[in-house]
């Protein structure tokens, strides 16, 4: 065994017998991952420095560690060159929360955790322990034999993000009865004032005392799993019914940037390299039931949810909200999605992600193709299928703007259903109790509904010059919740879309704008509305590098990384080391 490290660390050898040959730093990481796993080509490194939405920086390279020894031995390597680090799960950030950006003083690395996939499931799966690359689609599946269910189960399992990267982000918050994920028992690296790299073990077991010790037992499983002594710090937000259930409230019920959900790792935005994070997990629901609502009064929903969030004994599952003009686009530019995710499933999206990247790099050689050739031509293979949707939620459509699709379980469902019977016979609007079909089309066209501006953008490129996405959290206790935009904003906007999750008044806005509107000048302006509701953004993506940090999310960073050597700028902040000014 001691043999097969030293051979697979031969830079350690290396540094310990010089014979007067210095290793560069890629040859360090070559020498630990493999030079298969150390990407330095430009075109093939795209995919992982280009933004999810937006958003391309430059990287000495991207490096795939396999497990954790060799993820710590990379960062030691990192450090000892000064280089900059960028931690990188899934890539599916929609605010280039985690790529490379401008201006850096230093080189950069960008460091994926994309084949550190394990996860571990403890106290007899009461709780997890997630890896790096771990996807919320992967723990959803390990938890259902057990009955079982992580902190998100919607929405963004479906894109492929992964645990950690919603932990960093203080992400979700779907499930209104668990919140966003949170922890406070994390294994994380952090690099601290002193300039000096340590492990920090706060997952609350006992895992020995060197880093090699502590990572190499974890990966092993060298401790009883279903005995793992119970925790003095919690698994996930504590209270937070009470908080969403309070819509009388003038703040709003989450978003990432509240001090209270700041916590080593929890919100960290990749300002510490996470190795692992404790969760608690979830009893699985029991039957439930989706309520189809349409209205064109958004009053009528809020007056419903209102009386829900402060009345019923049961609360919701989760309350999904579309506006017509996002269902219309869905329909025809998110098909395709919508037929692969309902054949296929959401395990089979990586392997297209990846075969879609490979693709688009390959083509990008030949000038004469314009750019986002395989999204263009998904596009219109999905035109040749019919209409994915089913009938009721059409003639919905043709009716009513507004929609939510509330979902109750258990008891909740009785009591739905005798409420909304009795509300809607004064109310403008009407409801249907979805078929397990209609359910699933329905929760799949909205969550598509997220990658539509980007696909409209890419098949009218030559007319469509950008897209603005904003998610917004709303005051708890703002009524006059749908967006009314001034005539001079409104004239700029080719298509809006809005959709969000409405029962704790957390939506997402995505604009497509006209021809040659300036994207940033608009931005500000619309922010500036959005300040004088009090209300708070981003909501639940990282501030990444379109947004400024908060002050108490600002702080947070630098406790985390005093020598900003981790995700450097993000939240617009400096990228100079030890937060130098420009």
């Known amino acids: 065994m001691f043999f097969t490290q030293i051979l697979k660390y031969r830079y350690l050898v290396q540094i310990l017998f010089d014979k007067g040959e210095k290793m560069s730093t890629v040859e360090e990481l070559n020498a630990v991952v493999g030079k298969k796993h150390v990407i330095t080509n430009k075109a093939k490194s795209l995919r992982f420095r280009k933004g999810y939405r937006s958003g391309k920086g430059d990287a000495l390279a991207v490096v795939f560690p396999a497990n954790l020894v060799e993820l710590w031995q990379v960062l030691k390597i990192l450090h000892r060159h000064d280089?900059?680090?960028?931690?990188?799960?899934?890539?599916?950030?929609?605010?280039?929360?985690?790529?490379?950006?401008?201006?850096?003083d230093r080189e950069v690395a960008v460091v994926s955790g994309h084949r550190i996939k394990d996860l571990q499931l403890i106290n007899h799966g009461k709780q997890v322990l997630a890896f790096?690359?771990?996807?919320?689609?992967?723990l959803e599946n390990a938890l259902k034999p057990i009955n079982r269910e992580p902190h998100s189960v919607i929405g963004s399992s479906t894109l492929g993000a992964s645990v950690v990267g919603g932990v960093s982000n203080n992400s979700g918050g779907a499930l209104i009865r668990r919140g966003p994920a949170y922890t406070e028992l994390s294994l994380y690296a952090r690099i601290d004032e002193n300039d000096e790299l340590h492990l920090v073990n706060?997952?609350?077991?006992?895992?020995?005392?060197?880093?090699?010790?502590?990572?190499?037992?974890?990966?092993?499983?060298?401790?009883?799993?279903?005995?793992?002594?119970?925790?003095?710090?919690y698994g996930h937000i504590p209270n937070y019914q009470a908080r969403v259930r309070d819509v009388e409230a003038d703040t709003p019920a989450r978003y990432n940037a509240d001090p209270h959900q700041l916590y080593e790792v929890s919100g960290s935005a990749g300002k510490v390299a996470t190795f692992a994070v404790r969760l608690d997990t979830f009893p699985k629901d029991?039957?439930?039931?989706?309520?189809?609502?349409?209205?064109n009064h958004p009053s009528v929903l809020e007056d419903l949810r209102r009386h829900i969030m402060k009345n019923f004994e049961n609360l919701p599952v989760s309350g999904?909200?579309?506006?017509?003009?996002?269902?219309?686009?869905?329909?025809?530019?998110g098909k395709d999605s919508l037929i692969v995710i309902d054949r296929l499933g959401t395990d089979f999206l990586p392997y297209l992600f990846s075969l879609k990247a490979t693709a688009e790099r390959i083509l990008g050689h030949f000038h004469f193709i314009k750019p986002y050739l395989p999204d263009r031509v998904l596009q219109k293979l999905g035109m040749l299928f019919p209409n994915q949707l089913p009938k009721r939620l059409e003639e919905f459509h043709e009716k009513y703007e507004h929609y939510l699709i509330l979902k109750m379980e258990g008891a909740g469902i009785q009591e739905a259903r005798e409420y909304l019977k009795d509300y809607f016979q004064t109310a403008e609007g009407d409801y249907f109790e979805a078929t397990p079909k209609e359910t699933k089309r329905a929760e799949l066209h909205r969550y598509v509904t997220a990658g539509i501006a980007i696909r409209y953008q890419e098949v009218f490129q030559d007319t469509i010059t950008d897209i603005?996405?904003?998610?917004?959290?709303?005051?708890?206790?703002?009524?006059?919740?749908?967006?009314?935009?001034?005539k001079e904003i409104e004239d700029k906007i080719e298509h809006k879309l809005y959709y969000g999750h409405f029962l704790d008044h957390v939506m997402h806005q995505d604009y497509i704008l006209k021809s040659g509107v300036d994207p940033h000048e608009l931005k500000e302006e619309m922010l500036k509305l959005l300040d004088k509701r009090g209300a708070i953004y981003p909501a639940e993506h990282n501030v990444g590098h379109l947004y400024k940090a908060a002050?108490?999310?600002?702080?947070?960073?630098?406790?985390?990384?005093?020598?900003?050597?981790?995700?450097?700028?993000?939240?617009?902040?400096?990228?100079?080391k030890y937060w130098g000014e420009y």
């Not at 790096?132 to 992967?138: A, D, E, N, S, W």
């Not at 029991?286 to 209205?295: K, L």
């Not at 999904?320 to 530019?333: D, N, Q």
């Not at 702080?555 to 400096?574: E, I, L, M, Q, W």
């Open 286 to 295: 029991g039957e439930s039931q989706v309520f189809y609502i349409g209205t």
């Open 320 to 333: 999904e909200y579309m506006h017509s003009e996002a269902y219309t686009l869905a329909k025809k530019y």
């Open 551 to 576: 002050p108490a999310l600002v702080a947070h960073y630098k406790r985390n990384d005093p020598t900003n050597s981790f995700n450097p700028g993000v939240g617009k902040t400096t990228t100079h």
């Open 132 to 138: 790096p690359g771990t996807t919320l689609f992967k």
């Open 202 to 233: 706060h997952l609350g077991v006992d895992l020995g005392t060197t880093p090699e010790e502590i990572l190499t037992n974890l990966e092993r499983r060298n401790f009883d799993v279903d005995n793992v002594k119970k925790a003095e710090h």
């Open 83 to 104: 280089i900059i680090i960028i931690m990188q799960a899934s890539n599916t950030s929609l605010t280039e929360g985690s790529i490379p950006a401008d201006g850096y």
């Open 468 to 486: 603005l996405p904003i998610d917004v959290a709303l005051r708890r206790n703002e009524y006059d919740w749908f967006e009314k935009l001034p």
